[in-house]
DNA sequence: ATCAATATTTAGGTTGTGCTAAATAATTTT
DNA sequence: AAAATTATTTAGCACAACCTAAATATTGAT
Protein backbone atom coordinates (compact mmCIF):
# COMPACT_ATOMS: atom_id res chain seq x y z
CA UNK A 1 0.00 0.00 0.00
CA UNK A 2 1.47 3.42 -1.33
CA UNK A 3 1.21 5.78 1.90
CA UNK A 4 1.79 9.79 2.33
CA UNK A 5 4.69 11.26 4.01
CA UNK A 6 2.30 12.09 6.82
CA UNK A 7 0.40 8.63 6.71
CA UNK A 8 3.98 7.25 7.62
CA UNK A 9 5.00 9.50 10.25
CA UNK A 10 1.97 9.20 11.84
CA UNK A 11 2.52 4.60 11.96
CA UNK A 12 6.16 5.05 12.85
CA UNK A 13 5.37 7.54 15.57
CA UNK A 14 2.32 5.13 16.67
CA UNK A 15 4.86 2.13 16.78
CA UNK A 16 7.43 3.57 18.74
CA UNK A 17 5.15 4.83 21.32
CA UNK A 18 4.02 1.11 21.53
CA UNK A 19 7.16 -0.20 22.04
CA UNK A 20 7.56 2.37 24.56
CA UNK A 21 4.81 1.89 27.43
CA UNK A 22 3.56 -1.78 25.26
CA UNK A 23 0.18 -0.15 25.92
CA UNK A 24 -2.13 1.27 23.85
CA UNK A 25 -1.69 4.72 22.25
CA UNK A 26 -3.83 7.52 23.42
CA UNK A 27 -4.45 10.52 21.07
CA UNK A 28 -2.81 13.12 22.80
CA UNK A 29 0.33 10.94 23.52
CA UNK A 30 -0.12 10.70 19.63
CA UNK A 31 -0.66 14.38 18.87
CA UNK A 32 2.28 15.18 21.19
CA UNK A 33 5.06 13.48 19.55
CA UNK A 34 3.38 14.72 16.03
CA UNK A 35 4.15 18.34 17.29
CA UNK A 36 0.54 18.52 16.26
CA UNK A 37 -3.01 18.67 17.75
CA UNK A 38 -4.85 16.15 19.17
CA UNK A 39 -7.74 16.98 16.88
CA UNK A 40 -5.61 16.96 14.14
CA UNK A 41 -4.40 13.24 15.52
CA UNK A 42 -8.03 11.98 15.18
CA UNK A 43 -8.56 12.90 11.92
CA UNK A 44 -5.28 10.76 10.85
CA UNK A 45 -6.06 8.07 13.00
CA UNK A 46 -9.62 7.35 11.20
CA UNK A 47 -8.07 7.71 7.90
CA UNK A 48 -5.16 4.69 9.06
CA UNK A 49 -8.19 2.54 10.43
CA UNK A 50 -10.18 3.03 7.27
CA UNK A 51 -7.02 1.35 5.61
CA UNK A 52 -6.80 -1.21 8.30
CA UNK A 53 -3.37 -0.80 9.75
CA UNK A 54 -4.25 0.09 13.04
CA UNK A 55 -7.36 -0.48 15.21
CA UNK A 56 -9.26 2.38 16.78
CA UNK A 57 -11.55 2.79 19.34
CA UNK A 58 -13.16 5.92 20.02
CA UNK A 59 -11.90 7.39 23.37
CA UNK A 60 -9.84 4.41 23.98
CA UNK A 61 -6.77 5.29 21.63
CA UNK A 62 -5.19 2.64 18.91
CA UNK A 63 -3.28 -0.28 18.24
CA UNK A 64 -1.59 -1.33 15.16
CA UNK A 65 -2.56 -4.31 12.90
CA UNK A 66 -0.13 -6.48 12.15
CA UNK A 67 -0.04 -4.98 8.24
CA UNK A 68 0.78 -1.55 10.12
CA UNK A 69 3.41 -2.80 12.07
CA UNK A 70 4.35 -4.37 9.03
CA UNK A 71 3.70 -0.81 7.15
CA UNK A 72 6.04 1.11 10.19
CA UNK A 73 9.12 -1.76 10.33
CA UNK A 74 9.64 -0.82 6.85
CA UNK A 75 9.71 2.92 7.40
CA UNK A 76 11.97 2.64 10.35
CA UNK A 77 14.27 0.17 7.84
CA UNK A 78 14.38 2.77 5.51
CA UNK A 79 15.17 5.63 7.87
CA UNK A 80 17.79 3.58 9.70
CA UNK A 81 19.68 2.47 6.30
CA UNK A 82 19.40 5.86 5.17
CA UNK A 83 21.54 7.13 8.40
CA UNK A 84 24.24 4.33 7.89
CA UNK A 85 24.66 5.93 4.33
CA UNK A 86 24.92 9.64 5.03
CA UNK A 87 27.28 8.81 8.45
CA UNK A 88 29.51 6.00 6.71
CA UNK A 89 29.57 7.08 3.39
CA UNK A 90 28.71 10.79 2.94
CA UNK A 91 30.57 11.29 6.93
CA UNK A 92 27.80 13.38 8.31
CA UNK A 93 28.14 13.48 12.05
CA UNK A 94 25.72 11.20 13.96
CA UNK A 95 23.70 14.62 15.40
CA UNK A 96 22.73 15.57 12.14
CA UNK A 97 21.29 12.87 9.93
CA UNK A 98 17.55 12.72 11.39
CA UNK A 99 16.41 15.55 9.95
CA UNK A 100 18.14 14.46 6.06
CA UNK A 101 16.79 10.38 6.81
CA UNK A 102 13.11 11.59 7.99
CA UNK A 103 13.10 12.88 4.30
CA UNK A 104 14.64 10.50 2.51
CA UNK A 105 12.52 7.28 4.35
CA UNK A 106 9.81 8.96 2.28
CA UNK A 107 11.14 7.70 -1.22
CA UNK A 108 9.23 5.28 -2.70
CA UNK A 109 10.89 2.63 -3.88
CA UNK A 110 11.97 -1.01 -2.58
CA UNK A 111 14.43 -2.29 -5.43
CA UNK A 112 16.42 1.31 -4.01
CA UNK A 113 16.14 0.25 -0.04
CA UNK A 114 17.74 -3.83 -1.79
CA UNK A 115 20.42 -1.78 -3.38
CA UNK A 116 21.39 0.74 -0.88
CA UNK A 117 21.16 -2.06 2.00
CA UNK A 118 23.82 -4.19 -0.29
CA UNK A 119 26.06 -0.99 -0.92
CA UNK A 120 26.05 -0.46 2.74
CA UNK A 121 27.07 -4.08 3.54
CA UNK A 122 24.09 -5.40 4.95
CA UNK A 123 24.46 -3.35 8.57
CA UNK A 124 22.72 -4.54 11.16
CA UNK A 125 22.40 -1.50 13.33
CA UNK A 126 22.47 2.35 12.86
CA UNK A 127 24.64 4.87 13.79
CA UNK A 128 22.72 5.05 17.11
CA UNK A 129 23.04 1.78 17.49
CA UNK A 130 19.31 1.19 16.52
CA UNK A 131 18.48 -2.17 14.98
CA UNK A 132 17.84 -2.14 11.15
CA UNK A 133 14.88 -4.20 10.82
CA UNK A 134 14.98 -6.25 7.65
CA UNK A 135 13.21 -6.71 4.23
CA UNK A 136 10.84 -9.05 6.14
CA UNK A 137 11.02 -7.24 9.41
CA UNK A 138 12.70 -9.07 11.69
CA UNK A 139 14.38 -6.91 14.07
CA UNK A 140 18.30 -8.11 15.21
CA UNK A 141 18.75 -7.35 19.35
CA UNK A 142 21.21 -5.68 20.93
CA UNK A 143 23.10 -7.19 24.15
CA UNK A 144 22.67 -4.00 25.52
CA UNK A 145 23.37 -2.14 28.87
CA UNK A 146 22.94 1.34 29.98
CA UNK A 147 26.28 2.59 30.56
CA UNK A 148 24.60 3.10 34.43
CA UNK A 149 24.56 -0.54 34.99
CA UNK A 150 28.24 -1.62 34.72
CA UNK A 151 30.42 -1.80 37.92
CA UNK A 152 33.81 -0.87 38.73
CA UNK A 153 36.40 -2.29 36.13
CA UNK A 154 33.93 -3.99 33.79
CA UNK A 155 33.97 -2.52 30.01
CA UNK A 156 32.22 -2.23 27.10
CA UNK A 157 31.78 -0.40 23.35
CA UNK A 158 29.24 2.53 22.91
CA UNK A 159 26.50 1.25 20.70
CA UNK A 160 24.18 3.46 20.95
CA UNK A 161 22.17 6.22 22.98
CA UNK A 162 19.07 6.25 25.18
CA UNK A 163 18.36 9.83 24.19
CA UNK A 164 19.55 11.32 21.21
CA UNK A 165 19.68 15.33 21.36
CA UNK A 166 21.85 17.10 19.32
CA UNK A 167 23.24 18.82 22.57
CA UNK A 168 24.01 15.30 24.09
CA UNK A 169 25.24 13.59 20.69
CA UNK A 170 27.54 16.65 20.90
CA UNK A 171 28.58 16.77 24.16
CA UNK A 172 29.41 12.61 23.74
CA UNK A 173 31.65 14.25 20.87
CA UNK A 174 33.35 16.53 22.99
CA UNK A 175 34.24 13.53 25.10
CA UNK A 176 35.53 11.75 22.25
CA UNK A 177 32.86 8.85 22.82
CA UNK A 178 30.84 7.44 19.05
CA UNK A 179 29.88 4.13 18.36
CA UNK A 180 32.34 1.60 18.71
CA UNK A 181 34.34 3.69 21.18
CA UNK A 182 35.75 1.40 24.35
CA UNK A 183 34.98 2.38 27.42
CA UNK A 184 36.21 1.22 30.83
CA UNK A 185 34.82 2.27 34.46
CA UNK A 186 37.58 3.19 36.61
CA UNK A 187 35.31 4.48 39.30
CA UNK A 188 31.65 4.51 40.41
CA UNK A 189 30.68 7.39 42.92
CA UNK A 190 27.34 5.82 44.99
CA UNK A 191 26.86 9.08 46.07
CA UNK A 192 25.64 10.85 42.92
CA UNK A 193 26.17 7.76 40.55
CA UNK A 194 29.02 9.70 38.62
CA UNK A 195 32.24 7.54 37.33
CA UNK A 196 35.52 8.01 36.24
CA UNK A 197 36.09 6.52 32.89
CA UNK A 198 38.48 5.20 30.39
CA UNK A 199 37.71 6.84 26.68
CA UNK A 200 40.54 5.21 24.43
CA UNK A 201 43.72 5.99 26.59
CA UNK A 202 42.31 9.50 28.35
CA UNK A 203 40.26 9.34 31.64
CA UNK A 204 37.16 10.79 31.74
CA UNK A 205 34.50 11.93 33.96
CA UNK A 206 30.86 11.95 33.08
CA UNK A 207 27.50 12.39 35.42
CA UNK A 208 24.84 9.81 36.32
CA UNK A 209 22.72 11.16 33.51
CA UNK A 210 25.19 10.47 31.27
CA UNK A 211 25.72 7.03 32.24
CA UNK A 212 22.26 6.48 32.12
CA UNK A 213 21.85 7.58 28.10
CA UNK A 214 24.64 5.56 27.16
CA UNK A 215 24.30 2.03 25.48
CA UNK A 216 27.20 -0.33 26.03
CA UNK A 217 27.83 -3.73 24.61
CA UNK A 218 29.66 -5.74 27.24
CA UNK A 219 33.01 -7.31 26.78
CA UNK B 1 13.28 30.12 -0.81
CA UNK B 2 11.68 26.61 0.20
CA UNK B 3 9.70 25.53 -2.38
CA UNK B 4 7.02 22.49 -2.35
CA UNK B 5 7.79 19.65 -4.46
CA UNK B 6 5.25 20.35 -7.06
CA UNK B 7 6.48 23.89 -7.20
CA UNK B 8 9.97 22.62 -7.99
CA UNK B 9 8.79 20.19 -10.56
CA UNK B 10 6.50 22.97 -12.30
CA UNK B 11 9.89 25.02 -12.37
CA UNK B 12 11.80 22.43 -13.86
CA UNK B 13 9.09 22.05 -16.43
CA UNK B 14 8.86 25.44 -17.21
CA UNK B 15 13.28 25.86 -17.54
CA UNK B 16 13.18 22.60 -19.92
CA UNK B 17 10.65 24.21 -22.06
CA UNK B 18 12.20 27.50 -22.24
CA UNK B 19 15.50 26.01 -23.50
CA UNK B 20 13.47 23.76 -25.97
CA UNK B 21 12.21 26.97 -27.69
CA UNK B 22 13.90 29.65 -26.41
CA UNK B 23 10.58 31.82 -26.42
CA UNK B 24 8.20 32.56 -23.26
CA UNK B 25 6.16 29.13 -22.39
CA UNK B 26 2.31 28.91 -22.90
CA UNK B 27 0.12 26.98 -20.33
CA UNK B 28 -0.92 25.22 -22.62
CA UNK B 29 2.94 23.49 -23.21
CA UNK B 30 3.42 23.47 -19.10
CA UNK B 31 -0.04 21.85 -18.42
CA UNK B 32 1.38 18.87 -20.96
CA UNK B 33 4.16 18.99 -19.48
CA UNK B 34 3.26 18.44 -16.20
CA UNK B 35 0.64 15.68 -17.43
CA UNK B 36 -2.09 17.95 -16.04
CA UNK B 37 -5.43 20.36 -16.71
CA UNK B 38 -4.08 23.45 -18.50
CA UNK B 39 -6.44 25.45 -15.72
CA UNK B 40 -3.99 23.96 -12.91
CA UNK B 41 -1.51 25.12 -14.50
CA UNK B 42 -2.53 28.67 -14.14
CA UNK B 43 -2.87 28.14 -10.19
CA UNK B 44 0.26 27.21 -10.10
CA UNK B 45 2.02 29.90 -12.10
CA UNK B 46 -0.04 32.13 -10.68
CA UNK B 47 1.62 31.30 -7.12
CA UNK B 48 5.05 30.89 -8.76
CA UNK B 49 4.45 34.52 -9.73
CA UNK B 50 3.61 35.35 -6.51
CA UNK B 51 7.16 34.43 -5.27
CA UNK B 52 8.83 36.37 -8.03
CA UNK B 53 9.92 33.38 -9.29
CA UNK B 54 8.54 34.27 -12.83
CA UNK B 55 7.11 36.57 -14.75
CA UNK B 56 3.19 36.08 -15.65
CA UNK B 57 1.02 38.04 -18.51
CA UNK B 58 -2.16 36.57 -18.83
CA UNK B 59 -3.09 34.81 -21.79
CA UNK B 60 1.04 35.24 -22.92
CA UNK B 61 2.69 32.40 -20.95
CA UNK B 62 5.88 32.54 -18.52
CA UNK B 63 9.05 33.34 -18.28
CA UNK B 64 11.45 32.40 -15.54
CA UNK B 65 12.77 35.32 -13.66
CA UNK B 66 16.99 35.19 -12.47
CA UNK B 67 15.83 33.99 -9.36
CA UNK B 68 13.79 30.97 -10.97
CA UNK B 69 16.56 29.98 -13.52
CA UNK B 70 18.64 29.60 -10.31
CA UNK B 71 15.98 27.38 -8.88
CA UNK B 72 15.85 25.13 -11.50
CA UNK B 73 19.21 24.52 -12.04
CA UNK B 74 19.36 23.74 -8.17
CA UNK B 75 16.56 21.42 -8.77
CA UNK B 76 18.13 19.75 -12.01
CA UNK B 77 21.48 19.98 -10.06
CA UNK B 78 20.11 17.60 -7.40
CA UNK B 79 17.96 15.43 -10.12
CA UNK B 80 21.32 14.51 -11.91
CA UNK B 81 23.86 14.02 -9.06
CA UNK B 82 21.19 11.29 -7.32
CA UNK B 83 21.19 9.53 -10.77
CA UNK B 84 25.02 9.54 -10.90
CA UNK B 85 24.63 7.63 -7.46
CA UNK B 86 22.15 5.45 -8.75
CA UNK B 87 24.18 4.57 -11.32
CA UNK B 88 27.43 4.43 -10.54
CA UNK B 89 27.23 3.02 -6.61
CA UNK B 90 24.25 1.44 -6.56
CA UNK B 91 24.21 0.33 -10.06
CA UNK B 92 20.75 0.68 -10.69
CA UNK B 93 20.39 0.82 -15.36
CA UNK B 94 20.36 4.17 -16.55
CA UNK B 95 16.87 3.33 -17.70
CA UNK B 96 15.69 3.30 -14.26
CA UNK B 97 16.64 5.85 -12.43
CA UNK B 98 14.58 8.87 -13.38
CA UNK B 99 11.65 8.32 -10.82
CA UNK B 100 13.73 7.83 -7.89
CA UNK B 101 15.65 10.60 -8.87
CA UNK B 102 12.48 13.06 -9.24
CA UNK B 103 11.95 11.70 -5.72
CA UNK B 104 14.80 12.48 -4.06
CA UNK B 105 16.15 15.99 -5.60
CA UNK B 106 12.95 17.28 -3.49
CA UNK B 107 15.35 16.08 -0.22
CA UNK B 108 15.94 19.41 1.18
CA UNK B 109 19.37 19.65 2.37
CA UNK B 110 22.04 21.66 0.91
CA UNK B 111 24.81 19.75 3.14
CA UNK B 112 23.31 16.50 1.80
CA UNK B 113 24.10 17.85 -1.95
CA UNK B 114 27.14 19.41 -1.15
CA UNK B 115 28.49 16.06 0.38
CA UNK B 116 27.02 13.59 -2.09
CA UNK B 117 28.69 15.38 -5.00
CA UNK B 118 32.25 15.25 -3.12
CA UNK B 119 31.37 11.26 -2.43
CA UNK B 120 30.23 11.41 -6.32
CA UNK B 121 34.15 12.58 -7.50
CA UNK B 122 32.48 16.32 -8.23
CA UNK B 123 31.37 14.61 -12.01
CA UNK B 124 30.37 17.11 -14.93
CA UNK B 125 27.66 14.98 -16.37
CA UNK B 126 25.26 12.78 -15.42
CA UNK B 127 24.87 8.97 -16.56
CA UNK B 128 22.71 10.44 -19.53
CA UNK B 129 25.45 12.47 -20.52
CA UNK B 130 23.53 15.70 -19.39
CA UNK B 131 25.22 18.40 -17.77
CA UNK B 132 24.98 18.47 -14.10
CA UNK B 133 24.69 22.95 -13.14
CA UNK B 134 27.38 23.68 -10.07
CA UNK B 135 26.44 25.24 -7.23
CA UNK B 136 26.62 28.31 -8.20
CA UNK B 137 24.10 27.57 -11.64
CA UNK B 138 27.07 27.39 -14.45
CA UNK B 139 26.47 24.38 -17.01
CA UNK B 140 29.47 23.03 -18.67
CA UNK B 141 28.82 22.29 -22.00
CA UNK B 142 29.70 19.06 -23.99
CA UNK B 143 31.06 19.53 -27.42
CA UNK B 144 28.48 16.33 -28.03
CA UNK B 145 27.08 15.67 -31.43
CA UNK B 146 24.61 13.58 -32.71
CA UNK B 147 25.72 10.14 -34.20
CA UNK B 148 24.10 10.85 -37.62
CA UNK B 149 25.75 13.34 -38.01
CA UNK B 150 29.61 11.74 -38.07
CA UNK B 151 30.61 10.94 -41.64
CA UNK B 152 32.22 7.19 -42.49
CA UNK B 153 35.32 6.45 -40.61
CA UNK B 154 34.59 9.23 -37.88
CA UNK B 155 34.75 7.98 -34.51
CA UNK B 156 33.35 8.79 -30.91
CA UNK B 157 32.31 8.17 -27.24
CA UNK B 158 28.83 7.64 -26.05
CA UNK B 159 27.74 11.11 -23.61
CA UNK B 160 24.39 10.51 -23.77
CA UNK B 161 20.70 10.35 -25.36
CA UNK B 162 18.54 13.02 -26.91
CA UNK B 163 15.30 10.29 -25.67
CA UNK B 164 15.86 8.58 -22.65
CA UNK B 165 12.64 6.66 -23.02
CA UNK B 166 13.54 3.36 -20.91
CA UNK B 167 12.69 1.15 -24.42
CA UNK B 168 15.41 2.95 -26.06
CA UNK B 169 17.99 2.77 -23.78
CA UNK B 170 16.96 -1.12 -22.88
CA UNK B 171 17.59 -1.26 -26.79
CA UNK B 172 20.68 0.44 -26.61
CA UNK B 173 21.76 -1.79 -24.01
CA UNK B 174 21.18 -4.81 -25.74
CA UNK B 175 23.73 -3.66 -28.58
CA UNK B 176 26.08 -2.90 -25.89
CA UNK B 177 25.94 0.59 -26.19
CA UNK B 178 26.31 2.93 -23.05
CA UNK B 179 27.78 6.09 -21.67
CA UNK B 180 31.79 5.80 -22.03
CA UNK B 181 31.36 2.92 -25.46
CA UNK B 182 33.68 3.97 -27.98
CA UNK B 183 31.70 3.99 -31.47
CA UNK B 184 33.11 4.16 -34.96
CA UNK B 185 31.04 4.29 -38.21
CA UNK B 186 32.28 1.88 -40.56
CA UNK B 187 29.65 2.71 -43.16
CA UNK B 188 26.54 4.90 -43.78
CA UNK B 189 23.58 4.26 -45.98
CA UNK B 190 22.46 7.08 -48.08
CA UNK B 191 19.53 5.47 -49.09
CA UNK B 192 17.97 5.11 -45.35
CA UNK B 193 20.99 6.66 -43.50
CA UNK B 194 21.30 4.07 -41.76
CA UNK B 195 24.72 2.93 -40.57
CA UNK B 196 27.31 0.22 -39.88
CA UNK B 197 29.19 0.89 -36.81
CA UNK B 198 31.97 -0.95 -34.34
CA UNK B 199 30.79 -0.89 -30.80
CA UNK B 200 33.89 -2.16 -29.48
CA UNK B 201 35.09 -4.86 -30.91
CA UNK B 202 31.82 -6.00 -32.79
CA UNK B 203 30.36 -4.76 -35.91
CA UNK B 204 26.40 -3.28 -35.60
CA UNK B 205 23.63 -1.93 -37.60
CA UNK B 206 21.65 0.80 -36.49
CA UNK B 207 18.88 2.85 -38.12
CA UNK B 208 18.53 6.57 -38.90
CA UNK B 209 16.36 7.03 -35.80
CA UNK B 210 18.82 4.97 -33.66
CA UNK B 211 21.33 7.72 -34.93
CA UNK B 212 19.63 10.61 -34.72
CA UNK B 213 19.08 10.42 -31.02
CA UNK B 214 22.63 8.95 -29.59
CA UNK B 215 25.26 11.75 -28.75
CA UNK B 216 28.81 10.99 -29.09
CA UNK B 217 31.92 12.89 -28.68
CA UNK B 218 34.17 13.37 -31.24
CA UNK B 219 37.64 12.06 -30.86
C1' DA C 1 -12.77 42.59 -40.32
C1' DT C 2 -15.50 38.95 -38.88
C1' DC C 3 -16.02 34.32 -37.52
C1' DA C 4 -14.42 29.89 -36.10
C1' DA C 5 -11.14 27.42 -33.73
C1' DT C 6 -7.98 27.29 -30.08
C1' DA C 7 -5.85 28.77 -25.84
C1' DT C 8 -6.42 30.51 -21.42
C1' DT C 9 -8.62 31.95 -17.35
C1' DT C 10 -12.28 31.98 -13.86
C1' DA C 11 -15.58 29.93 -10.86
C1' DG C 12 -16.53 26.54 -8.02
C1' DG C 13 -15.84 21.72 -6.34
C1' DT C 14 -12.76 17.78 -4.09
C1' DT C 15 -9.21 15.66 -1.20
C1' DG C 16 -5.54 15.62 2.20
C1' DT C 17 -3.86 17.64 6.12
C1' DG C 18 -3.73 20.97 9.21
C1' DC C 19 -6.18 24.39 12.54
C1' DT C 20 -9.65 26.43 16.55
C1' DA C 21 -13.65 26.32 19.32
C1' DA C 22 -17.31 23.86 21.15
C1' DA C 23 -19.30 19.50 22.59
C1' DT C 24 -18.90 15.19 24.81
C1' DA C 25 -16.74 11.17 27.17
C1' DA C 26 -13.57 9.48 30.67
C1' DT C 27 -11.11 10.05 34.78
C1' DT C 28 -9.98 12.01 39.12
C1' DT C 29 -11.09 14.52 43.16
C1' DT C 30 -13.86 15.52 46.83
C1' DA D 1 -21.75 9.57 43.41
C1' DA D 2 -21.50 14.15 41.94
C1' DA D 3 -18.45 17.67 40.49
C1' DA D 4 -14.29 19.13 38.50
C1' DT D 5 -10.70 18.17 35.51
C1' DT D 6 -8.74 16.17 31.62
C1' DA D 7 -8.92 13.73 27.23
C1' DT D 8 -11.07 13.18 23.04
C1' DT D 9 -14.08 14.02 19.32
C1' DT D 10 -16.94 16.84 16.29
C1' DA D 11 -17.97 20.79 13.57
C1' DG D 12 -16.43 24.06 10.76
C1' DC D 13 -12.67 26.71 8.53
C1' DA D 14 -8.12 27.14 5.66
C1' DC D 15 -4.73 26.05 2.27
C1' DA D 16 -2.30 23.48 -1.51
C1' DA D 17 -3.04 21.14 -5.42
C1' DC D 18 -5.76 19.06 -8.23
C1' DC D 19 -10.33 18.77 -11.12
C1' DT D 20 -14.60 20.17 -14.57
C1' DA D 21 -17.47 23.38 -16.82
C1' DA D 22 -18.25 27.86 -18.33
C1' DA D 23 -16.51 32.31 -19.69
C1' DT D 24 -13.26 35.06 -22.15
C1' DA D 25 -9.22 36.21 -24.87
C1' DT D 26 -6.26 35.29 -28.85
C1' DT D 27 -5.22 33.53 -33.32
C1' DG D 28 -5.98 31.99 -37.91
C1' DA D 29 -8.96 31.50 -41.87
C1' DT D 30 -11.93 33.50 -44.96
Redesign the interface.
Known amino acids: MKLSPSEENYLKAIYHLEQASDTGVTTNALAQRMETKPSSATDMVKRLAEKELLHYVRYRGVTLTNEGTKSALQIIRKHRLWQVF?VE????HWD?VA??AE??EH???E??IA??ER?LGEPDFDPHGEPIPSKDGTIKQTAKKLLAELKKNQGGVCVGVKESSPEFLQYLDKKNITIGTKIKVLGKEFFDGSMVILVGKDQSFISKKTAENLYVQTL
Do not use: P, T, Y
Not at 89 to 92: E, G, R, Y
Open positions: LKLHFQEIQLVHSELRLF
